[in-house]
């Protein structure tokens, strides 16, 4: 079963410094992979996803995601953080069945310092 | 105006009463889908909708009924709501003719339901 987990509940980050959250993930077959992100009292927005080509995938706001194949793992990057990116993320992989639904990681909370 | 739009945004009700949660949207997608968000489980798939004739159970239908009044309106309801059934609900819509590999979700608001 094609499954996603996101290993920490919560980041902590100073302001201007890099963050990553982290993301691994098991399916079968090709990885189509996504991020996004919820704002307090909001819906899911759209970041970004990896479906093939480069391995580095560049985002809204900023944001970029590496995938590696040998480890699994798709994890969110951002090379200066602000303390308007804390917000709740999380990384989903589509289900390879056609039926367009995402399954979603547990989700990592990141809190950004002044 | 919001593209998908949900209603209510919060509701509070108490343990055996019905209660329906609506969607609707102006994205002109076929796909939607509802989703439940709790504390450290993200989010998980109830029910979604090809078109108004193809509706299928996700991964915790239980408990849940959907109806597709149109392609743009999908309504989840809980005919006999319980405390467990708090949490936070998403809608969400999809286009396949943007390839069904490669189409992101679009989301909702949100509704917050509170069974006592």
């Known amino acids: 079963a094609q499954s996603v987990a996101q290993p920490e509940d919560q980041v902590n980050v100073a302001e201007g410094n890099p963050l990553t959250v982290k993301c691994t993930y098991s399916?079968?077959?090709?990885?189509?992979l996504f991020w996004y992100v919820q704002y307090p009292n909001r819906g899911l927005q759209f970041l970004l996803k990896y479906i093939t080509g480069d391995n580095l995938v560049k985002g809204s706001y900023g944001f970029e995601a590496e995938f590696n194949k040998s480890q699994t793992s798709f994890h969110l990057k951002k090379p200066s953080a602000l303390v308007s990116d804390s917000a709740l993320y999380f990384c989903a992989v589509r289900d390879p069945g056609n039926t367009g639904k995402l399954i979603f990681g547990q989700g990592t909370t990141l809190q950004v310092k002044p | 105006d919001a593209d998908v739009t949900q209603t209510p945004r919060n509701r509070i009700t108490k343990t055996g009463k019905r209660i329906m949660l609506e969607c609707s949207q102006t994205k002109g997608h076929d796909r939607m889908y509802w989703y439940r968000q709790d504390p450290g489980l993200g989010l998980r798939l109830i029910y979604y909708s090809f078109d108004v004739k193809d509706i299928n159970k996700g991964e915790i239908s239980d408990g849940y009924s959907v109806s597709r009044q149109a392609q743009a309106k999908f309504s989840l309801s809980l005919e006999s709501a319980i405390p467990n059934q708090t949490a936070l609900y998403f809608c969400a819509t999809s286009d396949s003719s943007l390839g069904q590999i490669t189409g992101e979700l679009f989301f909702g608001e949100g509704s917050r339901l509170t069974v006592l």
């Open positions: 399916v079968s077959g090709n990885p189509y």
